[in-house]
């Protein structure tokens, strides 16, 4: 199992309030751990942060996890000092009413709830559908606009109440492992890889930023590092609970091990290597072919860089995406890490990954 200061890290990063397109306050826990064993570390100005082991090799290896999350963004303030939002990201509106929020202002973090109109006052026909995210508002304790107006600008970001809590032995929940633990993932790799004697690729791990918003990192961060061989590691839809179709998403389970995807992103010559150090290391793994056939996580942005990238996508199994109490398998993340780092130190520098020439 991962080690405390490793686990410390984890819980860190998930404390922290990244939406999309603000994630200061990640990127710096993030750079902070990296810098105990990458001789350079960088953020870009897009808010990508980038550790980088064994720099001079020609053959440069990427990992990618984002670690923005989704969230709100302020939009108006009302005469009674109410404040309505508009999503930032892939909100599932079925989740926001009562939520705790804090607004992340120049001035520091302004705590509110998410507020509706209470179900004894509903129609009848207005109880049987979801609100409208236009319906809501976050209430801040103001008395006018004036007084929420020296709290609240208009624009500001808003992100959901930290609430990482351990779970049993080995589960974590939290509002931002989608995919804080991606990230997470990323760094732990690093780690390993930076005990390792010898070291035949460049390795670049990345905290990539406004995936939520379109794999915007990892579009400029894939271009700037031009690696020949790219992993994405995400969230994927665990299907070990009710009514989660596994007729069309197979079955998975959380602490069976991480997800290897067979989709148009993976680089099948990619898969193959993984897949036979899998086998030979002892790595428990899960096949999945994904809910779609391309896109949706960085390894679609980074397979079609410049003139082309060797891709694979490994997915920590995930309950609840894109609501407050996510949960993961810590087991999962530490079978991924451990895959991760022995597939990249089996590579001599010379592969191809051409699809038939392998």
Not at 128 to 142: F, V
Not at 200 to 207: D, E, F, L, S
Not at 264 to 278: E, F, K, M, S, Y
Request: aromatic share 6%; glycine share 10%; proline share 5%.
């Amino acid at each position: 199992m991962f080690t405390k200061s490793s686990l410390d890290f984890l819980e860190r990063l998930l404390r922290t309030q990244s939406p999309s397109g603000y994630e200061e306050e990640a990127a710096a826990v993030f750079r902070d751990y990296l810098a105990g064993f990458c001789p350079r570390v960088e953020t870009d100005v897009l808010g990508n942060t980038v550790g980088v082991l064994n720099e001079t090799a020609p053959m440069r290896v990427m990992l990618s996890g984002h670690y923005d999350e989704i969230g709100f963004q302020v939009v108006y303030i009302d005469d009674g000092g109410l404040i309505y939002f508009r999503p930032n990201g892939g909100i599932d509106k079925l989740n926001v009413p009562s939520s705790e929020v804090d607004i992340l202002t120049e001035n520091g973090k302004v705590p509110g709830v998410i507020g509706k109109k209470p179900i004894h006052l509903l129609k009848q026909e207005e109880r049987n559908r979801p609100p409208e995210l236009e319906d809501m508002w976050i209430d801040i304790g103001a008395s006018d606009r004036a007084g929420a107006e020296k709290l609240v600008t208009v624009g500001d970001p808003v992100a959901m109440r930290p609430n990482f809590r351990r779970m049993g032995d080995t589960k974590i929940m939290s509002k931002g492992l989608d995919d804080k633990i991606g990230a997470f993932v990323v760094a732990e790799t690093l780690k390993l890889l930076s005990s390792k004697k010898k070291l035949n690729v460049a390795v670049y791990g990345v905290g990539s930023v406004q995936e939520e918003l379109g794999l915007r990192g990892a579009t400029t961060s894939t271009f700037a590092i031009d690696p020949a061989v790219g992993f994405a590691i995400d969230v994927g839809f665990a299907t070990d609970l009710p009514d989660i179709p596994k007729k069309l998403l197979g079955e998975i389970k959380l602490g069976a091990g991480p997800e290897l995807s067979r989709s148009a992103d993976n680089n099948q010559v990619l898969a193959r290597r993984i897949r036979a150090v899998a086998k030979a290391k002892k790595i428990v793994c899960q096949e999945t072919a994904g809910h779609r056939a391309t896109g949706g996580t960085d390894t679609a942005k980074m397979q079609l860089t410049r003139s082309g990238v060797a891709t694979a996508l490994v997915s920590i199994p995930n309950r609840y995406m894109h609501s407050p109490v996510e949960i993961c398998d810590l087991r999962d993340a530490e079978a991924a890490a451990k895959l991760l780092a022995e597939t990249i130190a089996s590579f001599q520098g010379d592969e191809t990954f051409i699809p038939g020439l392998d």
